[in-house]
């Protein structure tokens, strides 16, 4: 827990139960794309299909004991990675001390994920608005890392119509969310062409949830 402490200072609070807590996970960056490596070795990056049958512009992994998918039978969580027919890899624990002390910042005490998603967006490569919704316990809060090149988050209302804020999400950057904004629409608007250091034109981001 000490690797990331977050103080009050820069925090962004955009509602009653989410906050932007700025450069919060630079401190390990390097650990942290150390074991996003590890975890795509285990289980590698692929675009999945929606059960409409359009394929994903993001690639996506997981890490935990529930990993989501999503096929033409739906969008679910699962414990094994139906590209391996393995469980999938084991939540680093350098992802859970971030996790945790991110939504202790936020105000939510003892979270503990058991599903961790990974997106790896490229230049052009989007999130469409959606709620998370095929956790079970929706008390728990949703911690949201961002690494790579920037991305323009959208964070909407309790339906898809209502109306947006664009939030510029930096490396480093995490977000939680949680309570009273739980069910909120959310997205992210298409990857611009960019370049970091560390990732090139890519942006990874790291959703941990707990799922089951």
Known sequence: MDLFIASNIGQQ????????????????????????????????????????????????????????????????????????????????????????????????????????????????ARMSLHQDKNEIDFSQSIVSVSLGVPAIFQFGGFKRTDKTQRILLSHGDVLVWGGPDRMRYHGILPLKQNHHPLLDSQRLNLTFRKAG
Do not use: Q
Not at 37 to 51: D, L, Q
């Open 13 to 124: 609070r955009l509602g009653p139960g989410s906050v932007l807590l700025p450069g919060l996970a630079l401190a390990n960056e390097r650990a942290l794309l150390a074991a996003v490596k590890a975890i795509e070795a285990e289980s590698p990056f692929r675009n999945m299909v929606t059960p409409g049958g359009f394929e994903m512009s993001v690639a996506m992994t997981n890490c935990g004991h529930l990993g989501w998918v999503t096929d033409r039978s739906g969008y679910r969580y699962d414990t094994v990675d139906p590209m391996t027919c393995k469980p999938w890899p084991v939540i680093p624990s350098v992802f859970l001390e971030l996790a945790a002390s991110a939504a202790l910042a936020a105000g939510f005490a003892a979270f503990s994920p058991d599903a961790c998603l990974i997106n790896r967006y490229e230049t052009g």
